[in-house]
Every structure is written in C-alpha cells, then in structure tokens.
C-alpha cells in the first residue's frame, strides 16, 4: 500500500514568518513529487514539483527533497494571511498506469 | 499555463437521476485524465484513469457501472453518475496531464448535491 503522510494540522504562524510544511512517502520508487494549495472549496493549484535531492526555490517557496530520508518538504517564506489554505502533498509512481497519490493534506494558518 | 475547464461547476439533482461533468483541456492535449472524489475535510481520492480512445481504469472500489468515464478525444473526458444517491454527493474534481510531462492540471471541480 503506497502512502503520503502529512500532518492535518492547523499549522498556525503568525505573518512574516516562515512556514514549515512535511511530507513523507512509503514507496522508494517514487521520483516525481509536487506541492499543491487548495483553499477552501476549490480545486488543487499546483505550487511546485520537484525531482532531485535538494532544495528548489521558486519566489517564496522552497521544495526540499530528500530521497533517502523518503522526505518532502516545503518551505514559505514571509507568510502572508493569503497563503492560508490546505497544502497537499503529492507523490507519483506507476503500477500499470500513472498516478498521484495524495497526502491527506496540512492546513496552514497565517495569522495576521 | 495548462487551463482545464470542468463543468458544470454545481448541480442539484434528485435521487436516482444521472448526471454528466464535463472535463476539457483547453490549450493541451491530453492523453491521460484523472477523476478524483473528495469528500468534506478529505484529501482526493482518485476514482479513476482515463486514457483517450480506451476504457477507463478503475480504483479498487469504485463501481464502474456507476460511475461511467468517457474519453473521446484528446481534450474531453466525461463523467456520469447514473442514478445518482444522496451519499453520492461530493466534490468531483477532474485533473489532465499534458503530453510529455508528469504534472497534472486540475479542474474548478463540480460540486454535486443528490436530494
């Protein structure tokens, strides 16, 4: 049973600072993963994918990959009340055909 | 950017009707689109693959009687619930993957509410 765990929170971090969000995988074989926010009642817009160990950085947010860890995280930087909303944490493999599996998601409160 | 458009947004229907959600890649082809499920303060859950030109693969418990998929063309996935139940109501969301690339874009979603 391939699986993504995340911590449903809330994550609560008052504006300006620096949240934190993780995500961790079961299946070793996975190489793509991708960090998308959902607010409240709509669909998933996608933030970041990322394929490599390491960081990646795009405005304020940073992805962090560590394979060997099974680890993904996220990284947003001058938290803004805006960036409030669910993160969900992707992870792609293939068994037949290709796939996402979802993490349930952390939800994030920027506090203004 | 990749635009997916889904309709219709919302439907209202009465138990036991069907009831067709549209998923259109606009500015993309896409060979593969996904169908997900999501349910109040739960992650997706994805219901179903579909690939143009052949029938849809199906996630383990997910009736396929019920939840008929078809992918016509390389821009349009449909989505009918037939006779559709009260627990059948949920957020549906449809999502496509671009030729050549792994990132999938996803519909506005479709809130459907089964009286």
């Known amino acids: 049973q391939k699986e993504v765990e995340q911590n449903s929170g809330p994550l609560s971090v008052p504006e300006g600072a620096i949240a934190s969000l993780n995500c961790t995988y079961s299946d070793r074989g996975s190489q793509s993963f991708f960090w998308y926010r959902q607010y409240s009642g709509k669909s998933p817009e996608l933030i970041m994918s990322?394929?490599?160990?390491g960081d990646k950085e795009d405005g304020r947010f940073t992805a962090q990959l560590n394979k060997a860890s099974q680890y993904v995280s996220l990284l947003i930087r001058d938290s803004q009340p805006s960036d409030s909303a669910t993160y969900l944490c992707a992870v792609s493999y293939t068994s037949g055909t290709y796939k996402y599996i979802f993490g349930t998601g952390t939800r994030l409160k920027v506090l203004a | 950017g990749a635009v997916v458009s889904q309709h219709p947004s919302r439907v209202i229907c009465k138990s036991g009707t069907s009831v067709k959600i549209e998923c259109r890649s606009l500015d993309f082809q896409a060979t593969t689109m996904f169908w997900y499920r999501q349910f109040p303060k739960q992650s997706l859950m994805l219901m179903a693959t579909s690939n143009e030109g052949s029938k849809a693969t199906y996630e383990q418990g997910v009736e396929k009687d019920k939840f008929l998929i078809n992918h016509a063309s390389l821009t349009l996935s449909t989505l009918t619930v037939t006779s559709a139940h009260p627990e059948d109501s949920s957020f549906y969301i449809c999502?496509?993957?671009?030729?050549?690339?792994?990132?999938?874009?996803f519909g506005a979603g479709t809130r459907l509410s089964v009286l």
């Open positions: 999502s496509a993957l671009p030729a050549g690339t792994d990132i999938q874009y």
């Open positions: 990322i394929y490599s160990n």
